[in-house]
C-alpha cells in the first residue's frame, strides 16, 4: 500500500484554502481538487474538515460564498478571497515561511 | 466586525434552520456529485464512483452533523432543546418535580430573605455621601477594651489636636417633646456640635445651615428638620423654612430643611445646636456624647487611629484624674452602627444555609434514585452515540431547569419571609426596615439556585460516567445496576446531612437553654399587669423643671383615683433599662475623689409610690412621700446589694450618701429594697440609689409613670391620656405595658432562638425524609437478599434489625462528625449564652438522644416493609 495521504499540520488548511482562492473564486470540490493537485497528492481532505473550514473562513470575513450555476448546470458556492482574507493569507504566508526556516535551522544544526 | 458576522450568521442559521440545511445539502451533494462525475469519467459506473467517493470522503450525513455542529448557535440549540426535553421529562414526573422545586424553592427563600437582612444591614453602604470615610470616635476603656461616649472637654481636645480629619462634630440624641402644630409630639432630637453636617456632607434642600451666631451659647436657638417632617406639618420644605417650633419650653425658628432620607443619628427628625439650648456638660468624667468625624481623603482608618491615640495617651498623662486608662477608638460608622448585631446575623444567614445545604443533599438523593431508575435510557442514549459530556450536561440542565423554577418560587418566598424576618427582629437592629429584594438579592438568588442545581445534579450525573452500558443493557432491570459509587454517594449524603442537622440542633438547643434561663431569671419586681406611660415636659431652666415635677404630682394624685388603678408611681428609667450609673460616696464626699477607687452605683429618680406599684419590697425604712420636696434636706434609698457592699451588716438608715447624677448635696438614706436586674435579666443586679423625684427637678422632665392595674392594663390608656390632656397639652404621651418593655430586653436572644429553632426543625425533617428515603430504597435493592435470608430461616425481628443496623451506622457516623463539628463552631455562639457553657453536655446528651431516636423512627417503617417481604413472591418476581 502506498503512503497514505498526510495529515495536514494543525491550522494550516485555513491557509490552504486561502491560498487556493488567491488564484481565482472556486467551488468546495474545487478546492479540494486543487489542494490535491497542488501537493501532489500528498493531501487529501475529507469533506468534513474542508466544508468546516470553509464555514468558520466565511464566519470571520476571510471568504465571502456566492451561488451560481456549475459548467454542468448544477448550482454550486463559489468562494472569493475578500480584502482581510487577502491580508490574512499574506500575513501568515510570511509567518509560516519563518517557521519553516526556523524548524529546518534547528533540524540541520546538528 | 467578525465578531458581529459571526453572530448574524449564527442567528440566521438559528432561525432559518431549514434553509441553512437545504443550503448544505445542496452544497455537499454538487461536491459529491462532481467528484463522481470525475470517476465515472475515468471508467466508473455511477453507483460504483458514488460508492467510492463515500469511502474516501466520509459518510456525507456525519459531514453535515460536524459541520452543522461547529457554529456556536449549535450549542444553543442543543441547551434550548435539552431545555425542552428537561421540561418534558419534569411534565411526566409531575409529582416528584414539585417536591423537588417545593424544597429547593424554601430552602432558595429562607437563603434569599435571610441574605436581603444581612444585605440590608451589613452589606449596603450607609446612604451618605462617601459613606466609607465616616468614622465614629469613642472613649476606648483599656480595662476590658469596651467603646463608650465620649465627655465634651475630650472631644475638644480631639477635634483641636487632630488633623486626619475633615471635619469631627459630637452629638446627643433622645425622643423628646416637639410641639410643632398644636399637640407635642415624640421626635427624635439631636443635638450637634457645628460641624455635624459637613461629617455627613449634608446640605438643605430648603433654607440654610445653622449661622456661627445660632452655635454660640446664649444664642436664640434655631432648629433644622427632616423633609419628612417639613413635608408633614408645613407641606413641603420650602414652606417650613422660617415656621417656629416648640421645643424645650422655648420657641425656635426652623432655618433649614435636610434632604430626604438623611436621618441620622437613629431616627432623627430635628436637629438643634448643642451648647446653646442645653449647656455641655463641662467634667471630663461626664461622657454623654457621641462623636463622628469625616477622614481626610489621604488619610486611612489605620493613620487616623495612630494619630488619635498619641492624642488619647498625651490627655491621660494631662489629666490622669478623669482620664487614665482610657483612650481613644476609632471605627467606621457602619461597623460601629451594626457592630451588635454582625454575628447574630452572619450566624443565622450560616444556619439558613445549613438548611439550604441539607436540602440539597436531599434533592441529590432523589435525584440518585432517579437516575439509577433512568440507568436504561441513559445506556440507550450512550449507545447511539452521544458523549457522556452531553449526557451529563442534559442531566445538568434538568436540575437547572428544576432550580431556575425554584429560584422564582424563592425570590417570591423571600419577599414575603423578608418581612416576617424584619418583624421579629430586634426593633433596634439599624437599617432593618430597608431590607428588600434588590439586584443583590436577586443575583444572590440567582447563583444560589445555579450553585444548588451543581450541588443535586453532579451527584447523579457523575454516577452516569460509571455506569456500564453493556451491562445495563442486557440486565434490561432498574435493579442492582446502581453500582457501588451510588450507594456510596446516597450514604455519604445521609451522613452530611445527619452531620449538618446535628450542628443546628445543638446550636438551637444551647440558644434555647440560654434563653430558657433567661427568662427565668428573677428580675426582682412584678412586672404583669402594670401600664407604663412615657412622658416628656418641656423644661430649660430650674423653674420648668420645678413645673414638671408639679405636673407629675398633679398627674399622680388624679390617676390614682382612676377605677382601676391599685397603685400608681414615676420612674426616670424602667428597670431592665437601666441608663445611668456612677460613682457615689457614703457620709463624706472627698475634695480630690479618686474615680478608680470609688464604688459605682446606677442612679435613679423615682416618685413615691414608685416600689409599691412595680412589686418591689421595701426591707427596711421608708418609701419616699409627699414630704421628700425641693426644699428640704434631701432623701434618698438605697437597694440590698448596695447596703450589703458598703455597709457591711451595719445598717445603713440614717447614714449620708453623694451621687455623681446632678447635686453635691448629701442625701440621706431613709430606706432599703429588694434588688432589681437593673440591666437587663442577663447582668446581675449592681448597688443602685434612688432618688425623690422632686428632689431633683432636672431628672424628673421625662418620667415613666407606672400604672398598676386590676384589669388589663391597656383598658386605661385612654382616663390616663385624658387627666394628662386636662393638665397640659404640651406633654406627649407614649403609652406601653411593663411586660413589652422587658420583652424589648431579650428581643435579640429570642429572634435568635426563634430563628434557629426553626431552621434546625427544618433542618432535621429534611434529614429524616433523607433518611427514610434511603432506607426504603436500600429496602427495595435488597428485597431479594432478604427474601433468601427468610427462606432460609431469618426471623422478621431478624429483618428488621438488619435494616436498622444499617440506618444506625449511618446516623451514628453523621452524628460522630456532627458532634466534632459542633465542639469547634459553637465556641463561635459562647457570646450569645447566658449561663450556659457552648460545650453544655446536657444539651449535647438531649440532641444526640433524641436525633438517635428519630433517624430510628424515619428508618422504621422501612424496616417493617423488609419484615413483610414475602420471600415466594420475590423471589419469583427475579
Redesign the interface.
Known amino acids: 500500500m502506498p503512503d497514505k495521504p498526510s495529515d495536514l499540520v494543525q491550522g494550516t488548511l485555513d491557509m490552504l484554502i486561502l491560498k487556493t482562492l488567491a488564484l481565482e473564486p472556486m467551488?468546495?470540490?474545487g478546492i479540494?481538487?486543487r489542494i490535491e493537485q497542488m501537493s501532489k497528492g500528498v493531501f487529501?481532505?475529507?469533506?468534513?474538515s474542508l466544508?468546516?473550514a470553509i464555514?468558520?473562513l466565511?464566519?470571520?470575513?476571510l471568504i465571502d460564498g456566492e451561488w451560481k450555476p456549475?459548467e454542468?448546470n448544477?448550482?454550486?458556492?463559489y468562494y472569493t478571497l475578500t480584502a482581510k482574507g487577502r491580508k490574512r493569507l499574506n500575513n501568515e504566508t510570511r509567518e509560516w515561511g519563518r517557521q519553516v526556516t526556523a524548524i529546518a535551522r534547528i533540524l540541520e544544526a546538528s | 466586525m467578525a465578531l458581529l458576522r459571526n453572530i448574524a450568521t449564527g442567528l440566521r442559521s438559528l432561525f432559518r434552520r431549514e434553509q441553512m440545511d437545504r443550503e448544505l445539502d445542496e452544497e455537499l451533494g454538487t461536491y459529491l456529485e462532481m467528484e463522481a462525475a470525475e470517476k465515472m469519467k475515468q471508467g466508473m459506473g455511477r453507483r460504483e464512483a458514488v460508492r467510492a467517493v463515500r469511502l474516501e470522503r466520509g459518510s456525507l450525513e456525519i459531514t453535515k452533523e460536524v459541520v452543522r455542529s461547529a457554529g456556536w448557535e449549535f450549542f444553543v440549540e442543543m441547551c434550548w432543546r435539552d431545555f425542552r426535553f428537561a421540561g418534558r421529562m419534569l411534565g411526566k414526573n409531575l409529582g416528584f418535580a414539585l417536591v423537588t422545586v417545593l424544597v429547593m424553592a424554601l430552602g432558595i427563600g429562607a437563603s434569599a430573605a435571610m441574605f436581603s437582612v444581612v444585605n440590608a444591614v451589613l452589606l449596603r453602604p450607609l446612604s451618605f455621601n462617601d459613606p466609607d470615610r465616616i468614622v465614629t470616635l469613642s472613649s476606648l476603656w483599656k480595662q476590658d477594651g469596651s467603646h463608650g461616649p465620649v465627655s465634651a472637654p475630650d472631644f475638644r481636645d480631639w477635634h483641636d489636636q487632630s488633623t486626619a480629619f475633615d471635619a469631627m462634630a459630637y452629638y446627643e440624641d433622645d425622643d423628646a417633646a416637639v410641639t410643632a402644630s398644636a399637640v407635642a409630639e415624640y421626635a427624635h432630637v439631636a443635638m450637634v456640635s457645628p460641624e455635624f453636617f459637613h461629617v455627613f456632607r449634608v446640605q438643605p434642600v430648603a433654607g440654610r445651615e445653622f449661622s456661627p451666631e445660632e452655635t454660640k451659647p446664649g444664642s436664640a436657638g434655631a432648629v433644622v428638620i427632616g423633609n419628612a417632617s417639613a413635608v408633614n406639618h408645613f407641606g413641603s420644605a420650602v414652606n417650613a423654612v422660617g415656621h417656629k417650633i416648640r421645643f424645650g419650653g422655648r420657641t425656635l425658628e426652623i432655618v433649614g430643611v435636610l434632604p430626604p432620607g438623611f436621618h441620622f443619628p437613629g431616627k432623627s427628625d430635628v436637629w438643634f445646636p448643642s451648647n446653646t439650648l442645653f449647656p455641655d456638660t463641662e467634667s471630663r468624667s461626664g461622657h454623654n456624647y457621641s462623636v463622628v468625624a469625616r477622614l481626610k481623603p489621604t488619610v486611612t482608618l489605620e493613620q487616623a487611629r495612630a494619630q488619635m491615640i498619641t492624642i488619647g495617651s498625651r490627655l491621660e498623662q494631662k489629666y490622669p484624674e478623669s482620664n487614665t486608662g482610657k483612650n481613644v477608638a476609632v471605627t467606621r460608622t457602619r461597623d460601629d452602627m451594626v457592630s451588635n448585631f454582625r454575628l447574630t446575623l452572619w450566624v443565622m444567614l450560616a444556619a439558613v444555609g445549613v438548611v439550604f445545604l441539607i436540602a440539597c443533599a436531599n434533592l441529590a438523593n432523589m435525584l440518585l434514585a432517579k437516575a439509577v431508575g433512568r440507568t436504561r435510557e441513559i445506556a440507550v442514549r450512550a449507545a447511539l452515540g452521544a458523549s457522556r459530556a452531553r449526557i451529563m450536561l442534559q442531566l445538568i440542565t434538568e436540575s437547572l431547569v428544576m432550580a431556575l423554577l425554584a429560584g422564582t418560587v424563592g425570590v417570591l418566598l423571600a419577599l414575603w419571609g423578608a418581612r416576617v424576618l424584619v418583624a421579629l427582629a430586634p426593633a433596634d437592629v439599624p437599617r432593618l426596615a430597608e431590607a428588600t429584594i434588590d439586584t443583590r438579592v436577586l443575583a444572590f438568588t440567582f447563583i444560589v439556585s445555579v450553585v444548588a442545581s451543581l450541588l443535586f445534579g453532579l451527584a447523579p450525573a457523575l454516577q452516569v460516567l460509571r455506569v456500564d452500558l453493556n451491562k445495563s443493557l442486557k440486565q434490561g432491570t432498574t435493579r442492582s445496576t446502581a453500582g457501588g459509587l451510588a450507594d456510596r454517594l446516597r450514604g455519604t449524603l445521609v451522613v452530611a446531612e445527619i452531620a449538618l442537622s446535628m450542628m443546628l440542633l445543638i446550636a438551637a438547643g444551647l440558644l434555647l437553654k440560654s434563653f430558657v434561663a433567661l427568662q427565668n431569671v428573677s428580675l426582682g419586681f412584678r412586672p404583669e399587669r402594670v401600664l407604663v406611660v412615657e412622658s416628656n415636659v418641656l423644661a430649660s431652666d430650674l423653674e420648668g423643671q420645678k413645673l414638671a415635677t408639679r405636673f407629675y404630682k398633679d398627674l399622680l394624685s388624679n390617676v390614682a383615683n382612676i377605677p382601676g388603678v391599685l397603685h400608681a408611681g414615676a420612674a426616670r428609667t424602667l428597670p431592665g433599662h437601666a441608663s445611668s450609673a456612677g460613682s457615689y460616696w457614703v457620709d463624706y464626699l472627698p475634695q480630690h475623689p479618686d474615680f478608680s477607687k470609688t464604688p459605682n452605683a446606677v442612679f435613679s429618680v423615682v416618685a413615691p409610690g414608685t416600689f409599691a406599684t412595680l412589686g418591689i419590697p421595701l426591707l427596711e425604712g421608708r418609701d419616699f412621700n409627699d414630704i421628700d420636696t425641693y426644699n428640704v434636706p434631701f432623701s434618698a434609698i438605697i437597694n440590698e446589694k448596695l447596703a450589703k457592699d458598703t455597709f457591711h451588716g451595719q445598717d445603713p438608715i440614717g447614714h449620708v450618701i453623694y451621687w455623681g447624677l446632678d447635686t453635691p448635696d448629701p442625701m440621706r438614706i431613709v430606706g432599703v429594697v429588694g434588688d432589681l436586674r437593673q440591666w437587663g435579666p442577663a447582668r446581675s443586679p449592681w448597688p443602685e440609689i434612688f432618688g425623690a423625684y422632686q428632689q431633683h427637678p432636672a431628672s424628673s422632665t421625662n418620667l415613666n409613670v407606672v400604672v398598676r392595674t386590676a384589669m388589663a392594663p391597656a383598658a386605661l390608656s385612654e382616663s390616663i391620656r385624658q387627666k394628662a390632656r386636662a393638665l397640659s397639652a404640651d406633654v406627649p404621651l407614649k403609652f406601653t405595658t411593663m411586660e413589652a418593655s422587658l420583652s424589648e430586653n431579650v428581643a435579640a436572644p429570642r429572634f435568635r432562638t426563634l430563628l434557629l429553632g426553626v431552621f434546625a426543625a427544618l433542618a432535621v425533617c429534611l434529614a429524616m425524609a433523607g433518611v427514610y428515603g434511603v432506607m426504603s430504597y436500600v429496602v427495595g435493592q435488597r428485597s431479594n437478599e432478604i427474601a433468601l435470608r427468610m427462606a432460609l430461616g431469618a426471623s422478621p425481628g431478624d429483618v428488621s434489625r438488619l435494616v436498622l443496623k444499617q440506618a444506625l451506622v449511618l446516623t451514628s457516623l453523621g452524628m460522630v462528625i456532627g458532634l466534632a463539628c459542633s465542639a469547634a463552631v459553637t465556641r463561635l455562639l459562647q457570646s450569645m449564652l447566658f449561663e450556659v457553657k457552648a460545650s453544655d453536655p446536657l444539651t449535647y446528651a438531649v440532641v444526640i438522644a433524641a436525633l438517635a431516636g428519630v433517624a430510628l423512627a424515619a428508618s422504621y417503617v422501612p424496616a417493617r416493609r423488609a419484615m413483610r417481604v414475602d420471600p415466594m413472591i420475590s423471589l419469583r418476581y427475579e
Open positions: 467551488h468546495g470540490y479540494s481538487v487529501r481532505l475529507n469533506a468534513g466544508f468546516l464555514q468558520r466565511e464566519r470571520d470575513g456549475t454542468n448544477r448550482r454550486a458556492r
